[in-house]
């Protein structure tokens, strides 16, 4: 299939999935359609197995879709710029501290936390992975990711402050996990010992690189913005920034991701209070929040359906089963750490430690980094074991966060 009618059986798909979703099931966008996606997947391989052959067709023409490139060097760019766009400088400035720790601190710790548990839990069940294998599981899956964060907690209702520390941890965490998730890939396929200063100059060129560049890309576009007043011109400067951006960044091996969260704080922030005029800031919004949705909604689409493609076996789904405790509990021992520090300076209630556990929601990016791994048995593992705990994560853990808010934020809301 060539890229025109790929681009209309996902829109179809899209459209089909979130009209019946609102019309009748009403559950968050995300995931109502991810949940038609997955049920429209299993119902193709039940029409398969009756003798219509229509599931190789399906997965033939998902296998024509690049997922990694399609999310990390497409669709990525613009939902990052999209959420940091509508994130309040001054509210992210007051939790500075805790999102700062969170996203660094917190990530390395979940990375080394989620490889530990999981090496030893598929020790048990017979299905070991090297150590090394492990821990860029656990760098891949420790990011949250901010597309299936922000479209849930619009949902559920969470405190300012707290959805704040968990929105713009999302923001920053999946940039820090990416740079991570490529050190260790790159260990991996290097034969020679890897020294702990190479290892720190990928990790600060990725990071660092990509915060300056953003610093740049948003004082370039609030610098552009302020010198015209057409609002035509003015959204298509942001779409330009926001992709020429994250092009550089890839090509001179620094964080997309971070340059294009902290562009877009730059210009929802900055340049909205001094750059655009009321015309601007309304056809800018509401351009963005339009695209945010349009992308997220295809995104989750592609997710429910990939599992047609993905090799799925007893011991994998074993496997996937046994990681999601994993996971919940190297998030809550990456989360109580950094608070337990903060706890010197200011004061937490327990109730915020659980939320966050609970709503540090996994989504597309760890799909897509699982994706890009080279082929191979540990390659298959990590992609199920992956795959399993997204599902888990945006439908179990996003349907109940609403529900646990409402029982946790009275006694959080306080404190966090």
């Not at 001179?252 to 562009?263: D, E, Q, T, Y």
């Amino acid at each position: 299939m060539d890229f025109f009618d790929i681009l209309a059986t996902v829109l179809c798909l899209t459209a089909g999935f979130s009209y019946l979703n609102y019309r009748f099931i009403g559950l968050p966008v995300t995931i109502g359609v991810m949940a038609m996606a997955l049920v429209a997947s299993l119902l193709l391989h039940g029409i398969d197995v009756l003798g219509f052959h229509l599931e190789a067709q399906a997965r033939a023409w998902l296998r024509s879709i690049d997922f990694n490139k399609t999310l990390l060097h497409g669709m990525l760019s613009f939902l990052l710029f999209a959420g940091a766009l509508h994130v309040n400088l001054n509210d992210l400035f007051n939790q500075k501290w805790a999102i700062g720790l969170l996203a660094t601190v917190g990530t390395l710790l979940s990375t080394v936390l989620v490889g530990a548990f999981t090496y030893g839990a598929l020790h048990l069940v017979g299905l070991p992975l090297p150590w090394l294998a492990c821990l860029i599981f656990g760098a891949l899956i420790s990011p949250t990711d901010p597309i299936a964060v922000l479209g849930i907690l619009k949902h559920a209702g969470a405190p300012k402050s707290l959805e704040m520390k968990i929105t713009g941890e999302s923001l920053f965490n999946d940039g820090v996990g990416i740079v991570v998730f490529l050190v260790l890939v790159e260990l991996a396929a290097d034969t020679r010992a890897p020294t702990l200063g190479h290892v720190a100059a990928v990790f600060v060129q990725e990071a660092a690189g990509g915060a300056l560049l953003g610093l740049a890309l948003g004082a370039l576009a609030c610098r552009l913005l302020k010198s015209i007043d057409q609002y035509q011109i003015e959204v298509m400067i942001t779409l330009a920034i926001v992709a020429g951006g994250y092009a550089l960044a890839s090509a001179w091996h620094l964080s997309g991701p971070i340059a294009v969260v902290v562009a877009g704080l730059m210009v929802g922030n900055h340049g909205r209070a001094f750059s655009m005029s009321a015309t601007t800031r309304e056809h800018l919004d509401m351009f963005w929040k339009l695209l945010d949705e349009m992308l997220n909604a295809i995104l989750f689409v592609l997710i429910g359906l990939e599992v047609l493609v993905l090799t799925f076996t007893h011991q994998y789904l074993l496997a996937g089963a046994v990681v999601i405790p994993c996971i919940l509990l190297s998030r809550l021992l990456a989360i109580g750490a950094p608070l337990t520090l903060l706890r010197l300076v200011r004061s937490f209630t327990p109730g915020a430690v659980w939320l966050m556990t609970w709503g540090g929601l996994r989504g597309g990016i760890s799909v897509a980094l699982a994706l890009s791994l080279a082929p191979g048995p540990d390659r298959d593992i990590i992609v199920a074991m992956t795959y399993i705990v997204v599902v888990f994560s945006i439908v179990v853990q996003g349907l109940t966060m609403g529900p646990l808010v409402k029982r946790l934020a009275p006694r959080a809301e306080r404190a966090v």
